[in-house]
């Protein structure tokens, strides 16, 4: 009897841990004193707990990581909400943000799980008023099971260790929104095409220069994507979450980027579409990358991630009519240009990075090389001296090679590879009327380059080819056709141009149809031939 009572009441002090003082349903890194993260059954059962305990809180899944696991995707509304039906019935803006894209970045995973409990605290919470929340906070639970404590070696926390970068697979999943390679990335594809959130946050830890931010930000740049959304989100809303955060945090926020030695440039990543952040702005919607710093505290960066997710949810909600009518007016215009192609109307397919016209201030540190320090150690470290830059902002992207946009693309149907990838993306495959006559541009290829060495499973390809105009004929049959009147044109066009360098022929999709002197086995369409 004495043992059973013993067992019980430990049984019971476990319990309180893990819930708090007042019963509280808390996260792996609050009940560890923010020393740990949550393993998958962490995730899981905090999120089945929330859902049961509320109203406004339904549970379903994304779909299953390559080693089985549930990827959980929680839905935030009042009236409850279910399917992407009734989120679109419901006549609210539906948001998504996820967390965990590389495991030993966990700080967004934890944040999200504490925004859901405290939306989900309040039926009547203001959010719910005028969105529909989508949130992910596991995207890469594969990678979350492989703890170790040097997965992000001179990160702040958590000192109980962290996931891996990589998927099982060994798949970068900051890098396959192009390829969508994983049955992870083909899933958030799908939630994408589903839901159709016009509002997408990628969670990030980033590591780096040394600078004074919490944390950094960035949003869409690529110059195939529509410069209104790359200008509303540069211009007005970074501008404000950063100022709405601090003024209600403390917490400084900026873009995000690092400086060279001297400290004159400030200069973004990449803008190719494998990127998460970059993909999405090319499909034309709103999408925010964040990045908390790697050197700041570990409850740090979680609650300054919590606090910015909620103010870009805060600001949309406020400025809902403002997202609809913007991304409503990008999605009209690019069905409208597929309709009636225009030789001025052109998309990039190649960009380099762009100057700001704006210097941007870092709040930085006076950096020295430590006293002694030799060899691979002589590099500047920060000292305890603040110091402000003013720096060139490179963190735009401007076109350096772009195409017209045809009416639609034609291609054999044997190239199954090709149709499954574009449907993946959500992009409409549909056969093309038989003995219609079209008029069409070839491209001849006249080069193929591979690369020395491989990239996340691929040789990536670069093909050089010159272009001519075929004379109006009869389509063959088995002709599949992409018209690009669609939502997703922009796409369109990037995905199947032979020069685009994150297209699908750079990620192999076509390699079997290659070859030097040959024609690209994508032809494009310039004039309509019915619906």
């Not at 220069?209 to 211009?235: C, K, M």
């Not at 404000?240 to 995000?256: L, N, P, R």
């Not at 491209?443 to 690369?451: F, L």
Request: glycine fraction near 8%; include cysteine; hydrophobic fraction near 35%.
């Amino acid at each position: 009897m004495m043992k059973s009572t013993i067992l019980f009441l430990l049984l019971a002090a476990q319990l309180l841990v893990a819930q708090g003082d007042q019963g509280k349903l808390l996260t792996v890194a609050e009940s560890s004193e923010w020393r740990a993260t949550g393993l998958h059954a962490d995730v899981i059962t905090f999120v089945e707990r929330l859902a049961k305990s509320s109203s406004v809180v339904q549970l379903t899944e994304m779909g299953k990581s390559f080693e089985g696991r549930s990827m959980p995707l929680m839905i935030l509304a009042n009236p409850p909400i279910s399917t992407p039906a009734e989120a679109k019935a419901s006549g609210k803006l539906v948001v998504y943000a996820q967390g965990g894209i590389h495991s030993g970045e966990c700080c967004g995973k934890e944040a999200l799980q504490m925004l859901a409990r405290e939306i989900a605290s309040n039926p009547d919470h203001p959010l719910l008023k005028h969105l529909v929340i989508l949130l992910a906070p596991i995207y890469n639970p594969d990678g979350n099971e492989r703890v170790r404590k040097n997965n992000r070696p001179g990160q702040d926390g958590p000192v109980d260790g962290m996931g891996q970068r990589a998927t099982a697979e060994g798949y970068d999943l900051n890098r396959d929104n192009t390829k969508l390679d994983s049955p992870e990335a083909q899933s958030l594809s799908r939630v994408m095409n589903t839901w159709d959130p016009l509002l997408v946050i990628d969670t990030h830890t980033t590591n780096g220069s040394y600078h004074q931010n919490t944390l950094t930000f960035d949003g869409p740049v690529n110059p195939a994507g529509d410069a209104r959304i790359i200008d509303f989100v540069r211009e007005t809303y970074l501008p404000a979450i950063s100022k709405s955060v601090e003024a209600e945090t403390g917490y400084k926020t900026t873009f995000y980027g690092n400086s060279n030695r001297d400290k004159t440039k400030w200069t973004t990543y990449e803008g190719r579409p494998r990127f998460g952040t970059r993909a999405r702005g090319i499909r034309g919607i709103v999408s925010i990358l964040t990045e908390a710093y790697k050197y700041a505290p570990y409850k740090d960066r979680i609650l300054c991630t919590k606090a910015i997710v909620d103010h870009l949810f805060r600001y949309a909600a406020e400025h809902r009519d403002t997202f609809t009518r913007l991304v409503g007016k990008v999605r009209t215009d690019t069905v409208a240009k597929g309709h009636a192609p225009k030789p001025d109307d052109k998309v990039a397919v190649r960009a380099e990075i762009a100057r700001i016209p704006k210097n941007i201030m870092i709040h930085g540190w006076v950096e020295k090389v430590p006293e002694g320090a030799t060899g691979r150690r002589a590099r500047t470290r920060p000292t305890k001296e603040k110091k402000t830059y003013e720096m060139e902002h490179w963190g735009a992207y401007k076109a350096t090679h772009s195409v017209t946009r045809p009416f639609a693309y034609a291609y054999p149907a044997s190239l199954t590879g090709l149709t499954a990838k574009l449907k993946q993306h959500g992009i409409p495959v549909a056969v093309a009327p038989s003995g219609v006559t079209v008029s069409a541009e070839v491209y001849k290829i006249d080069t193929i380059t591979r690369a020395r060495r491989p990239f996340q499973k691929h040789v990536m390809v670069t093909l050089g080819v010159s272009k001519s105009v075929v004379p109006a004929h009869p389509l063959e049959s088995d002709i599949l056709i992409v018209r690009t009147a669609h939502p997703l044109g922009n796409l369109i066009v990037y995905l199947l141009e032979p020069e685009a360098e994150d297209g699908l022929a750079a990620w192999n999709v076509l390699d079997d149809a290659l070859s030097e002197g040959g024609a690209f086995p994508v032809v494009r369409v310039m004039k309509p031939i019915g619906k």
